[in-house]
């Protein structure tokens, strides 16, 4: 296995991590429904599904590694999805968008 192949394999599994955590969360009973954070979530899940399927179908042995900062912003965006267990909600701080002081 070459080093290219290896960074890609890496990159797939932090890929399918994130999308296994986002999917596989399940929200309290008591939580609040926001829309645009579902949304997030959705597209992240499926933003990191559509990456696998692009690697793995594109997979031999020439050929290349993503680039470098790619690999790093999946790491985090992974270590991030991990700390909260999947809950994206958390990644967001609430907004009042109250007018009054």
Known sequence: MTLESFINFIHVMLLLGIFGFISS???DKKTR???TVSIFATFLAGISLA???QIVTRWDESCQAPQ???TLF???VFVAV???K???AKLFPRIKWSHHQ
């Open 68 to 70: 470098p900062l790619l």
């Open 25 to 27: 969360y399940t929200p």
């Open 33 to 35: 429904y926001r829309p």
């Open 74 to 76: 999946t790491a985090c």
């Open 86 to 88: 999947g809950n994206v």
């Open 51 to 53: 990456m696998v399927a």
């Open 82 to 84: 991990a700390h909260t």
